[in-house]
Nanobody, 123 residues
């Protein structure tokens, strides 16, 4: 169906920045919403930021003003610019995409996840 591959994670000091990228691939699909989730040690997976195909965005309160989500519809990519990083931002970050794919002339829904990329912020 649709595969997502994240990149851009790594180790950074508190106050630093990282940019995550996520590329979608597959055939005959349309993406509606794309988003970034994260799961810290001992925590549940949570939404970080999401963006619709029209560019409307939504952020977790904990990252507002520090993180920016953007997407390139033509390239089927989504990005997460993370500034002023804090140790609490340490987590595995996952890309998610929701949309439809063409199967036998029908548009069937899908929700795909990437494999995750580790972000570690040292104090």
């Amino acid at each position: 169906q649709v595969q997502l591959v994240e990149s851009g994670g790594g180790l950074v000091q508190a106050g630093g920045s990282l940019r995550l990228s996520c590329a979608a691939s597959g055939s005959a699909f349309n993406i509606n919403a794309m988003g970034w989730f994260r799961q810290g040690p001992g925590k549940q997976r949570e939404l970080v930021a999401a963006i619709t195909s029209g560019g409307r965005t939504n952020y977790a309160d904990s990252v507002k003003g520090r993180f920016t989500i953007s997407r390139d519809n033509a390239k089927k990519m989504v990005y997460l610019q993370m500034n002023s990083l804090k140790p609490d931002d340490t987590a595995v970050y996952y890309c998610n995409a929701d949309g439809t794919y063409n199967s036998g002339g029908y548009g069937l829904p899908f929700s795909s996840w990437g494999q995750g990329t580790q972000v570690t912020v040292s104090s």
